[in-house]
Each structure stands twice: as structure tokens, then as C-alpha cells.
T-cell receptor, first 109, second 113 residues
Framework: RKEVEQDPGPFNVPEGATVAFNCTYS??????FFWYRQDCRKEPKLLMS???SGNEDGRFTAQLNRASQYISLLIRDSKLSDSATYLC??????????FGAGTRLTVKP | ETGVTQSPTHLIKTRGQQVTLRCSSQ?????VSWYQQALGQGPQFIFQ???????GRGNFPPRFSGLQFPNYSSELNVNALELDDSALYLC????????????FGPGTRLLVL
């Protein structure tokens, strides 16, 4: 079993839709959590950190459930520019970051 | 842009050869990590350097080695290249600390023939 599991998708949604991505992790010692986005043939870029209380950044909302070892990302009012692969990341205390395989999102007109 | 640079951008090698990839960290960052990303997969952690010493290693064999220099630039060396080493190699810099994230360079695409 992989340490970080994501639904690979692809998710194909129309503009304006709301889409949710899920992620589970197996290492209960994980300390920090992030969502990155990666455009085709580009490097991953930090989208947002994920905090235990949940956090929001514009159209993006991230949730963390430590008891269930579950992370989610909600995107509201999808834009064409949201099309990318979304990577779930968990970090251990020694700065070792573990990535999921990514969930591919395509937003269509 | 993150300020993390990598060279070269692309590289072609043959099986059995050795390769050195380079990374220049973002100013103010004191850790550098290397990742291997195969097609369709997420980045896999190779190792991290902090204060010029290895500070954590993923599930990669010893033929993957690295160096960090006093100016926080870094090298990834891979000996005895195998076909499966073909991938995007990403360097990420950050600050030591559990809550800190990392910022990636554009990567080096390595093709082993």
C-alpha cells in the first residue's frame, strides 16, 4: 500500500462546477500536509497548506481529519485555468515529504 | 518563480553511465531535497541535505548520492544508470522545520537509453 493514496481521476468538469479531491495517508506520525498543483511538464507548485481546523483560500478549501488520516481539497466555481494535476503531500518531522500520485483535473468550457 | 534553478534541463545518457545534476537553492533556504518523478507518478523522495549532510533518505539505492555546498547549491549523482532511471529529477529547497514546505525547481529530464 502506498503511503499517500489519491483517486487518480481524471475528473472532467464544466466551468463553474464544484469538485472535490480526496487523499488518505498511512503514516500516523505525519506532521504537515499540503496540496500542490502540477501543470503538464512543469514542476509542482504549492497550492496551499492544510491545517487541522480547515482552511480556505479563495475558491479553494482544504480539510484535514487526523483521526481518519484523510485530507480533502474542494474547488468551487472551477475555472479553465484550474486544469492541472493536484498532488496530496504529507510531511514527516524530518522534512521527508511524501507525494500521492496526483489527481488529474480538466475543466471544460 | 521560486528562485530554485536546475541544470541541465534535459539530458540523454546510456545505460551504465554516470550523471551529475545540479541545483541552486532559493536564497535563505537551508535544506535541499531531491525527488524522482516517473511519468504519471508523483515525485518520489530520494534524499535531503541540511548543513551539507544527508538528512533523510527515501528508498533509493546507494548509487544515488548527493552533495550540498556551503552556498546551499547541490548535486545529485547517479552511477551505473539503468533504463528505469529515466525520469524528471526535481530539486526542492526550503527551511528546516516541520511546518515548512518546499519549493521546486523546473527539473531535469533524464533519458537513459
Amino acid at each position: 500500500r502506498k503511503e499517500v493514496e489519491q483517486d487518480p481521476g481524471p475528473f472532467n468538469v464544466p466551468e463553474g462546477a464544484t469538485v472535490a479531491f480526496n487523499c488518505t495517508y498511512s503514516n500516523s506520525a505525519s506532521q504537515s500536509f499540503f496540496w500542490y498543483r502540477q501543470d503538464c511538464r512543469k514542476e509542482p507548485k504549492l497550492l496551499m497548506s492544510v491545517y487541522s481546523s480547515g482552511n480556505e483560500d479563495g475558491r479553494f478549501t482544504a480539510q484535514l481529519n487526523r483521526a481518519s488520516q484523510y485530507i480533502s481539497l474542494l474547488i468551487r466555481d472551477s475555472k479553465l485555468s484550474d486544469s492541472a494535476t493536484y498532488l496530496c503531500v504529507v510531511k514527516r518531522g524530518n522534512n521527508d515529504m511524501r507525494f500521492g500520485a496526483g489527481t488529474r483535473l480538466t475543466v471544460k468550457p | 518563480e521560486t528562485g530554485v534553478t536546475q541544470s541541465p534541463t534535459h539530458l540523454i545518457k546510456t545505460r551504465g553511465q554516470q550523471v551529475t545534476l545540479r541545483c541552486s537553492s532559493q536564497s535563505g533556504h537551508n535544506t535541499v531535497s531531491w525527488y524522482q518523478q516517473a511519468l504519471g507518478q508523483g515525485p518520489q523522495f530520494i534524499f535531503q541535505y541540511y548543513r551539507e549532510e544527508e538528512n533523510g533518505r527515501g528508498n533509493f539505492p546507494p548509487r544515488f548520492s548527493g552533495l550540498q555546498f556551503p552556498n546551499y547549491s547541490s548535486e545529485l549523482n547517479v552511477n551505473a544508470l539503468e533504463l528505469d532511471d529515466s525520469a524528471l529529477y526535481l530539486c526542492a529547497s526550503g527551511e528546516a522545520g516541520a511546518q515548512e514546505t518546499q519549493y521546486f525547481g523546473p527539473g531535469t529530464r533524464l533519458l537513459v537509453l
